[in-house]
């Protein structure tokens, strides 16, 4: 027995020593953080505590030897949040506490992608295409790029093959990462809310623990396109998220604050995407990030007929079926679009349910969702070029806001909240550019007033004496700004035609039917 455990024990070492080699001379990066990760699991089903911190350790290793001087060159926030998150799983491992342990690894894992992230944007301004290659192993190993994502894998290849393609293609494969980062961060609060809806708690913390931190290699680049206030706005959101699952709620609460949370933050995501942000406009861009998930989940869940990942295909599930929902949701108004690109969509959906009831072919789901897309965006091309008079986005948010101070009085603070964020994000936003060029004062003291201090005040359940007070402030600056603006006439939108009404016509129950 004994010299079992020295041979268990020399291999660690043996093993750990082969890890912790320099880069150059062994595994690529991405081998080194699937050989961290590895250990970190095996941490948490080790059967002896021991075993458990030899693990650990062994982790911690490769996290010095290859990454924590890079995080410290880039991110010192990240190096923080991986050491932090090293000890508190030797507490928790100490304790016996694997669960805390678990969503710990969440943390270093995922916080490795932006270390990772960073230090190829870092390789493109400095020219340095083989720093930029090894960090991209890191990517390529956890995303499986050469299996998924063709157009990335052939970009890194085009590098590879000629390093002085990197100006061209590094920016291309990181906006294209970035278009991953983007999706996990909508994705894993949907799953959130398909584990609540199998009564797993446990597995609701892990999906919103990802998110959290998938969702920071995303955060930079929308803080860069929509400024610091949304990207932390967002980055509390999916704060939120987390601490909703950490809580002691029931879980139709649970479920319901994270539906609520999922809505906003897939409003800010769409924003992002500077795509059409009216009720039609997010059922496509909705349909289409799950199709593609669809695609990508399935391609790991089944082969020959059978399931060999029960999670990949569970997820593949939960997206097609909201995919479904959505379309159903919104189908009279695609028709109104296009009679013959809705009837596509809606066979090609019936056909991927099938295929992927009858556990089918690959192939044929990767083939129907491509038709799909192609659908969709014909639809999201149909959109229309019309002239809004500047007047009537005025007039939406002098509306929203009086249906704000009701709802608010009456009781219904979520629904309050929502009419103030949709008279600035589907409204304001479009008349804060020429608010600005005739009179930027008064510009941004409406944008303060509205989108953080009364929407902070109803956040803390002041009176409503009070909210009404701030809600009259701003339509009297409202209407200062309606005499000033008109001085630019209209302004030219490229907008779904039939989505005006939909615009303005933000509820919480409205938004649920094409949301997670």
Do not use: C
């Not at 062994?58 to 923080?80: G, H, L, P, Q, R």
């Amino acid at each position: 027995m004994i010299t079992q455990q020295k041979t268990i024990l020399f291999s660690l070492i043996a093993l750990t020593f082969i890890i912790s080699t320099p880069v150059a001379f062994s595994a690529t990066l991405g081998d080194q953080w699937d050989s961290m990760k590895t250990f970190l699991s095996s941490a948490e089903k080790s059967t002896t505590q021991d075993e458990s911190l030899t693990d650990l350790q062994a982790a911690k290793t490769i996290y010095s030897d290859n990454f924590k001087d890079a995080a410290i060159s880039v991110d010192v926030e990240s190096d923080m949040l991986i050491t932090n998150a090293f000890s508190n799983t030797e507490s928790m491992l100490t304790i016996g506490n694997i669960e805390q342990a678990s969503l710990n690894r969440q943390i270093i894992d995922k916080t490795i992608y932006k270390i990772a992230f960073m230090k190829m944007e870092l390789a493109i301004t400095q020219n340095n295409s083989a720093d930029f290659l090894s960090w991209f192993t890191v990517m390529e190993k956890k995303f499986k790029i050469s299996e998924n994502y063709p157009a990335i894998n052939s970009l890194s290849m085009g590098i590879k093959s000629n390093p002085s393609l990197l100006s061209v293609n590094g920016p291309q494969i990181t906006e294209e990462l970035l278009e991953i980062f983007k999706l996990k961060t909508v994705e894993e609060l949907e799953e959130a809310i398909a584990a609540l809806d199998k009564v797993d708690v446990k597995s609701a913390k892990t999906f919103t623990y990802e998110g959290l931190y998938y969702y920071r290699t995303l955060h930079p680049s929308i803080e860069e396109k929509l400024g610091a206030d949304t990207a932390n706005e967002l980055l509390y959101k999916m704060e939120s998220a987390l601490n909703v699952t950490m809580s002691d709620k029931p879980i139709d609460v649970m479920k319901a604050e994270i539906k609520h949370i999922s809505e906003e933050v897939e409003l800010i995501i769409r924003q992002y995407e500077g795509g059409n942000t009216s009720e039609t406009g997010l059922a496509l861009s909705g349909i289409k990030d799950r199709l593609n998930l669809v695609k990508i989940e399935y391609f790991d869940a089944v082969k020959d007929g059978k399931i060999i990942d029960q999670e990949e295909y569970d997820e593949t599930i939960v997206f097609l079926t909201k995919s479904i929902e959505i379309f159903n949701s919104n189908k009279m108004t695609f028709t109104e679009l296009s009679d013959s690109d809705t009837k596509s969509l809606e066979k090609n959906l019936e056909e991927i349910e099938d295929i992927v009831t009858a556990k089918g072919s690959i192939d044929e789901v990767g083939t129907l969702v491509e038709k799909s897309l192609t659908n969709i965006a014909a639809l999201q091309d149909l959109s229309s070029t019309v002239q809004i008079d500047i007047l009537e986005y005025f007039d939406e948010i002098e509306r929203l806001l009086t249906e704000s101070k009701t709802a608010y009085r009456s009781g219904d603070t979520k629904t309050a909240f929502n009419l103030v964020t949709s008279a600035y994000l589907d409204n304001y936003e479009f008349v804060e550019g020429p608010l600005g060029e005739v009179d930027p004062e008064l510009m941004s003291k409406i944008e303060i007033n509205m989108r953080e201090k009364l929407r902070n005040m109803i956040k803390a359940n002041e009176s409503p004496d009070t909210i009404d007070a701030q809600i009259d402030m701003i339509l009297i600056d409202l209407a200062q700004a309606k005499k000033v603006v008109p001085e630019f006439s209209t302004i030219v939108m490229l907008i779904l035609s039939v989505a005006i009404i939909s615009i303005i016509g933000l509820t919480a129950k409205s938004r649920l039917s094409i949301r997670v």
